[in-house]
């Protein structure tokens, strides 16, 4: 019956309880975008659009359900949209040389420092370059069940799929990253075994 009260609400009303679900969930949400995004900045803007969106259609929200799933599925749809959006964009590469004189500009390094990494989610180098180079829809299935340790069935919901596709995309995702492994930090993988 609560989903019912919560329609009749509006958001205006439901303010503190939404202030109070964010304030709750903002590491663990933080964590969530960086690991998609693999970018401080572009973790900020992603949580940043999360949050706004979720706030727009918090009356939606049915409070007998878990907010971190709910936020999950709009920071995920988000980031899905944005991953769409840059790669229709066509880029140019600034490392190239250009112009007659050859030239090519040095940019400094705008990878995570050992203290960023550490701070989210204690994820080593590699295996987040190797999340980096996946589709989003793998990303995403990869973060939520290995790093947030979310069931089959909690990731089909926030991800709009069947249980069938998370398994595939998880076990797809999985032989990427292990790939990518073997093939850029074979001492990792052979060190493991």
């Not at 019912?4 to 939404?18: A, G, I, W």
Request: with cysteine.
């Amino acid at each position: 019956m609560s989903w019912v009260k919560s329609l009749t609400r509006s958001n205006e009303d439901r303010r503190p309880l939404f202030e109070r679900k964010m304030t709750e969930s903002y590491q663990q949400a933080y964590n969530m975008a960086y690991r998609l995004t693999s970018n401080r900045s572009e973790a900020e803007d992603l949580l940043q659009e999360t949050y706004i969106r979720a706030y727009r259609f918090f009356h939606r929200y049915n409070e007998d359900l878990p907010f971190a799933s709910w936020l999950y599925r709009i920071m995920t749809n988000i980031h899905i949209d944005n991953v769409r959006r840059t790669s229709r964009l066509k880029t140019v590469s600034i490392d190239q040389p250009v112009g007659p004189s050859g030239s090519a500009w040095d940019l400094e390094d705008q990878s995570a420092s050992c203290d960023e990494r550490a701070l989210n989610g204690q994820l080593d180098e590699p295996f987040q370059l190797g999340l980096k180079a996946m589709t989003p829809e793998f990303r995403t299935a990869i973060v939520l069940a290995d790093v947030e340790g979310m069931s089959y069935e909690e990731i089909a919901e926030i991800m709009h799929t069947s249980v069938g596709t998370v398994r595939s995309r998880i076990h797809r995702g999985r032989k990427q990253l292990r790939e990518h492994l073997e093939r850029s930090y074979p001492e990792i993988v052979e060190v493991n075994r």
